[in-house]
């Protein structure tokens, strides 16, 4: 969960391979980080929520999803 005034948090990840991160929900910016992935916002007035797929590339059936909250201004 981010805070509505923006930031970015790091989410480890631990998989049996290389993975790939699938693509950022509407109003998140995601990274590859030698531990996972960094997802970042801006300031944000309303709440938003979104869900980043993870995809293991040996087993292309082998998935993790995160959740992505930012909290809602005021």
Not at 18 to 26: K, R
Not at 46 to 65: E, H
């Amino acid at each position: 969960t981010l805070e509505a005034t923006g930031g970015s948090e790091e989410v480890t990840v631990t998989a049996s391979g290389e993975y790939e991160i699938g693509s950022a929900p509407a109003g998140f910016k995601v990274e590859a980080t030698d531990k996972g992935v960094k997802i970042s916002a801006g300031a944000n007035m309303q709440q938003k929520t979104g869900t980043l797929p993870l995809t293991l590339n040996a087993d292309r059936s082998k998935t993790a999803k995160i959740t992505i909250t930012q909290n809602q201004k005021g």
